[in-house]
């Protein structure tokens, strides 16, 4: 089956964000207890009221959306669901080199208690990497593709890694940032080749930075290939700091086929560490989130314009 795709301009603020927030925020290890899994909670709702602020400033409701786990961010879902925002929810396992269902074979109940418009999955896949592996996951991936695909359910939110083996590293003299210029664009457009030949049909591609609008091309047309005219690609921040992420929405902006980004650490990072330490009120950093991710769309949709795409 053909995906059916999605068309419409789409503004993600993401915090689903589990794994990083226990160790990079918090600094935990281990099982969590009840208090902190609490303040996690707490953390991740001063992000989604940054959200709210955005839109009561000017950020169309329609074109935006927030991206979080069941895990920290239920109640999250839940509002936001009931307050008619597009929403999307995690479905993979947090920090796992290969991926797998946080919920096991349970995973479809779990989406349909929230009913989000995206089931959104993070999957590490180079096609240079393990093929066992990789036919693995792609199985995994297919199985909840097929799910998806049926009437009435989510969109499906396929956000692709391609971390560098060690070989490719070394192709490069150990430079990730040449390998990201150099050698990741082929690696990715061969990474959504052999997973749509394996039955997985995402509505959209969720690509990490591209430097280059020829890359960003060549990543719209193997995501639309053989009839998939309506898949779309968005851009993600991966944690880079503002220039880098500015430059990647300036260009991504100006291809036809993406729609927008998804951009979330580089958005609350820094005003969620300040407020915890407690150097800036719980109203700064809400503020000074929604700041962020309102000039983020600022810069993809004049982009766009300035472009005429």
Known sequence: MAPRGYKHPLYILPFDHRGSFESGMFHWHGALTSEQ???????????YDGFKAALAAGVRQEDAGILVDEQFGAEILRDAAASGYHIACAVEKSGQDEFDFEYGNDFAAHIEAFHPTFAKVLVRYNPEADTTMNQRQAARLKQLSDYLQQANRSLFMFELLVPAEKSQLDNVNGD???YDQKLRPALMVRAIQELQDAGVEPDIWKIEGLDSREDCEKIVAVAQRDGRDAVRCIILGRGEDEQKVREWLTTAATVSGFIGFAV??????????????NKQTREAAVSQIAGHYSEFVKIFEQARRNSAV
């Open 37 to 47: 899994t609490a303040q996690i909670a707490a953390a991740k709702q001063v992000i």
């Open 176 to 178: 990730k940032k040449a």
């Open 264 to 277: 979330g650490r580089t958005d609350f990072w820094d005003p969620l560490v300040a407020w915890r330490e």
